[in-house]
């Protein structure tokens, strides 16, 4: 296969004659809603345009984004690799390995310079170098900086590469930071979540491809398309929220009967992801559906905002069972006895006082 | 006892009337929002569509809200334009450190015991300015600010999100606001036990009749005590 494979180049290949392709383009302008006039642009555009090359990298993860990447329904797997991205370089799906891989990455960022996209699942140990994650025999930073210093764009895979997930949780050993503190010049798109939604990756890579620039972000750099409601606001079991009917324990009647689970600690309330609206696996279920309180996989710091349970998280440094509420009694209580010993104090010494009058006269 | 020798009329009608919705405010929303924090009350019998149990604190909470910021905005008006020397903000200049020189000093040693006379303001001292300052003022602009942000998480792109939005990301996320918000409404209540202990201790001590001056507005000077 040749590196600089366009569209024309496929069709070709496929056995698609010529006339056939004229027509393929006139359709499409069609279903675009654009001019006649508009249908040489296209036939140039598939002509010249070579599918968007894609290095895909693997750093500190747990593959759980590939997984999920491979299982999209809307638009399939398969057409995203055969129709819209050129997956050049991927560590764990290539069936090339060591050090003719390792040429190929080089290759393609010589061959795109600029052009092509860098998709990272994961993200690098800073501490020490970064030995605490080496991929073909430099550390994972390296090869970070080195790949993203000729990208286009990036886009960051899961919690990991957008917030830092598990691995820079709290103490975090070894110094894991998200793609964003380590990139800052090229513009980079979060993709949160553990993993994201299979067609919300697809559909990040799709609107790259059709339409040449990066999705409309919001303030957290992430795709308002697909993060801009939180799942509470598109939740199924909102109604029972409303309404204050609550699952109180997991063997209740109230579990059966699918309501609420905000008392047990769904962060649904406080998580953007689309959940709730494309749901998983091509519209099987979600974890809510499936009677399961969502845990905020793809809020920032998820796992330090614990415990998973409970709405209220524990604050790590005064020790377990320190939550907002404790601190609150603990601090009120300290004032009202601040209040009571002051009174007590001021009672003394007024007695006191009227008592040295009292000797004096 | 000694005589009422001079009659002060320190709150003017705004001031007592902003205090009084404020109080009435804060403790409406601290109340519901411990309870949308933690809804306790058992889930009735029957359909969704019949009950608004939550969605009713909600409303609550909100709505109190939006009185509470109108309400906050109003003294905030009262104290850089209105003509009012005890409400106004002029005599409160903690960035300078002469702010902070005798007088701030000496109420803070009375308030420790330190000494035997008690200072006496007509208007707040400037341990209570103090006070007022960090607690209601910041106390409440953090609220305030938090709290738009978070009403408007359900309808991107809408007013509140778009003009207070900025609040998430500042946090670290919306979860981080929800704690943060949660967490400091706390301070009402210490401030609550404080105001009023030391009102009521005020009271008691210098006998200016502090307690009932925000209803009547009128402060007395009264005769010293022979000693």
């Known amino acids: 296969m040749h590196n600089n494979q366009t569209f024309a180049d496929i069709f070709r290949a496929s056995g698609i004659s010529r006339r056939d392709f004229l027509k393929f383009c006139s359709l499409t302008s069609v279903y675009l809603g654009l001019s006649p006039s508009m249908v040489p642009k296209i036939v140039q555009a598939m002509e010249t345009k070579p599918r968007t090359p894609v290095i895909w990298l693997h750093g500190l993860e747990c593959t759980c984004c590939s997984e999920s990447f491979i299982r999209s329904s809307h638009p399939t797997i398969e057409d995203i690799i055969f129709n819209m991205i050129s997956l050049d370089y991927d560590d764990v799906l290539s069936a090339a390995a060591g050090h003719q891989l390792e040429d190929v990455r080089r290759k393609i960022m010589q061959d795109y310079k600029g052009k092509y996209i860098l998709a990272v699942e994961g993200n690098a140990s800073t501490k020490d170098d970064g030995v605490y994650c080496m991929v073909g025999g430099d550390s994972f930073l390296n090869t970070l900086k080195e790949t993203a210093a000729d990208a286009a764009a990036i886009i960051a895979w899961g919690a990991c590469a957008s917030y830092g997930c598990v691995q820079n949780a709290d103490p975090n050993p070894t110094g894991a930071a998200p793609v964003s503190e380590i990139i800052k010049d090229k513009p980079i798109v979060n993709v949160p979540g553990c993993p994201p939604i299979s067609e919300v990756m697809t559909g990040v890579v799709a609107h790259f491809h059709t339409f040449g620039t990066l999705p409309e972000l919001d303030r957290m750099g992430r795709p308002k398309a697909f993060y801009n409601t939180r799942i509470h606001d598109k939740c199924y079991r909102r109604a029972f929220y409303d309404a204050g009917m609550f699952v109180r324990s997991f063997d209740d009647e109230a579990t059966r009967k699918g309501w609420c689970l905000y008392k047990m600690g769904c962060k649904g309330p406080t998580t953007y992801n689309s959940c709730s609206k494309i749901q998983w696996n091509g519209g099987v279920s979600f974890p809510i559906g499936s009677g399961h309180p969502c845990i905020g996989c793809s809020e920032p710091n998820f796992w330090d905002k614990g415990p998973f349970y409970e709405r209220l998280a524990e604050v790590s440094f005064l020790g377990t069972d320190s939550n907002a509420d404790r601190i609150g009694v603990i601090a009120v209580g300290a004032a009202a006895a601040g209040a009571a010993a002051h009174a007590a104090v001021t009672a003394v010494k007024k007695a006191k006082a009227g008592k040295d009058s009292e000797d004096k006269a | ?227």
């Open chain 2, 1 to 227: 006892m000694g005589r009422i020798i001079e009659e002060i009329y320190v709150w003017r009608l705004p001031v007592r009337v902003y205090h009084w919705v404020n109080a009435i405010c804060t403790v409406m929303l601290l109340l519901t929002g411990m309870y949308i924090a933690a809804p306790v009350i058992n889930p009735p019998l029957g359909e969704a569509v019949w009950y608004n149990g939550m969605s009713w604190w909600r409303y609550l909470h909100f709505a109190t809200a939006f009185v509470f910021i109108a309400n906050f905005l109003f003294r905030m008006y009262w104290a850089l334009f209105g003509d009012d020397r005890y409400a106004r903000f002029g005599g409160f200049q903690p960035w300078s450190p002469s702010w902070w020189g005798k007088p701030f000093r000496e109420q803070v040693e009375s308030y420790l015991f330190l000494r035997r006379d008690e200072p006496n303001y007509v208007g707040h001292n400037p341990v209570a300015a103090l006070a007022h300052f960090i607690f209601i003022f910041c106390g409440s602009t953090f609220m305030i600010l938090s709290g738009l942000a978070m009403y408007g998480e359900n309808n991107p792109g809408g007013f509140s999100e778009s003009m207070f939005g900025w609040m998430i990301p500042l946090f670290g996320g919306s979860y981080a606001l929800h704690f943060a918000h949660h967490l400091l409404a706390w301070i009402f209540p210490i401030y609550l036990i404080m105001h009023l202990y030391a009102v009521f201790r005020h009271d008691v001590v210098d006998r200016t009749s502090v307690t009932s001056s925000i209803i009547t507005g009128y402060k007395h000077k009264v005769e010293e005590e022979p000693n």
